[in-house]
DNA sequence: CTAGAACTTAGAGCGCACTCTAAGTCAAAT
DNA sequence: ATTTGACTTAGAGTGCGCTCTAAGTTCTAG
């Protein structure tokens, strides 16, 4: 870049975003970028603002174990326009139900490894 | 069985424990079990209580992504006996570390997919 | 102008945790 | 005694989400 420009190279993008390039590539290639990401003077990725506060959205919806699958669905609602956003709220809330049941899960079982690091200190078998 | 038996067949300790037979078998080969299974009057495996409550709590550190290698390492240090007691403690506590920061991290990714559903409730785009 | 680094694509490969198959053995009920 | 269905093993196959490779192109610095 010679100028201040608001857009990433894919590399700056994977810093920013935590992801490898590989993984974004990756991402777009399975339609999970909202507009297609913008290619500059080349055929090079530029990642402007909303592309990298859509993959920081995308981490989340993936670091709650929604598939791969399901963000391609709620992608395609997306580019469908504002009459979808009922759509996307359901999807939205019926997600958020696995991901409380998750939580739910993996706070009983959490419980029961403290159970037993309490029997090791306790010396109790 | 003929006559009420503490023990249970394979297919019975799936129903009891919500795996398959098929992965119970797998978590045994993988040396997973604690003692090996017991064989009655066959080949047949018989799940006796203490391995029913083994497999429950073995379902605990999946459920909270602990790798099979990692728990075939704690089972590894169980058999060695009770001098291992500390060994396990110490692995028992990294995992809870490592369920702690998952726990935190699905409840942040929580809370942004709240904000979310409640632009879409909001009808704020 | 040139060298080297960073980028491109298409597609192959990998690690994990199952999950299933095939071919055969065993046991409970008739 | 026979049938039916559950069980056995070893090993192959699957699905997911990356992750890497190869061969070629483009940008940037000197």
Redesign the pocket.
Same mark, same amino acid.
């Given at each position: 870049?010679?100028l201040v420009d608001a857009s990433l190279?894919?590399?700056?993008a994977a810093e920013r975003t935590g992801l *490898? =390039? @590989?993984?974004l590539?990756?991402y777009e290639?399975e339609g999970l970028m909202l507009g297609g990401v913008g290619?500059a003077? *080349? =055929? @090079?990725?530029r990642y402007v603002d909303a592309d990298i506060t859509w993959v920081e959205f995308l981490t989340k919806l993936?670091s709650t174990a929604m598939?791969?699958?399901r963000i391609r669905e709620y992608v395609a609602l997306v580019r469908q326009g504002d009459s979808t956003t009922p759509a996307r709220l359901e999807l939205l809330l019926r997600h958020r139900e696995t991901v409380v049941a998750q939580l739910d899960e993996m706070t009983r079982s959490l419980a029961a490894i403290d159970y037993k690091i309490s029997t090791y200190r306790k010396g109790s078998k």
């Open positions: 870049m010679t190279s894919i590399s700056e *490898s =390039t @590989h993984t590539r990756y290639r290619r003077s *080349s =055929t @090079h990725r993936r598939p791969i699958s």
